[in-house]
């Protein structure tokens, strides 16, 4: 039976790891294409969720030195490493559709393979979060998907959900919305990224 959000949560929040080894490699090859988006688009500050170790923010800063980043992650562990990690980031304890953070306080919002665990029932509560807290843009990096019953299927499969993320951000007032579809080279080892994992970049609405 595939996982709801709920247990997800609770997998991530109470997995006992070495968040160092496991989740602060800034070299997987699909993060250069994450930041290869990031240096196109004119920001000071980003947030990510689901932030981890701090692998993506590692090599942000080391491709693009003299930005302010920061990150939310519902493991305690995680946001520990990375307080230590980047000093004078703000990190927080939180899950990201409940952020404690003040309405526009980032120019970006970042998500790398978070939004795989959020239960469709949930889904618009966490896009109406990212977009409260967002100045400017959302880079998402995610599991993308137009045929519903494709969607389904990877559900079913293997807990993980697709978003045709198009149709759910335009819902939500978002435009300038560029897909990507990420190479196999960038992320080696089949599928579900293989047929799946997209870059979504989008423009957040004037308010």
Partial sequence: MFNTTNKW??????RKID????YQNPN???RFLITAILKSLNWLSLIEIGVGGGANLMNILR??????VGGIDISQDAIDLCSKTFKGGVFKVNSADD????????DIVLSD????YVDPRHIDRYIKEI???TRKYVVLCEFHSTSLW?????RINSGYNAYDYKKLLTKWGFYDIVIYKIPEEAWPGGSPQKEFAYLVVATVPKR
């Fill in 28 to 30: 997987h090859p699909h």
């Fill in 63 to 68: 491709s693009i030195p003299g930005k302010q």
């Fill in 99 to 106: 952020i404690m953070l003040s309405d526009k306080s980032t």
């Fill in 131 to 133: 977009k409260r807290i």
């Fill in 19 to 22: 968040w160092k080894v496991s």
């Fill in 9 to 14: 949560k609770d997998y991530w929040k109470n």
């Fill in 113 to 116: 393979m978070c939004l795989i």
């Fill in 150 to 154: 494709n969607r389904i299927a990877l």
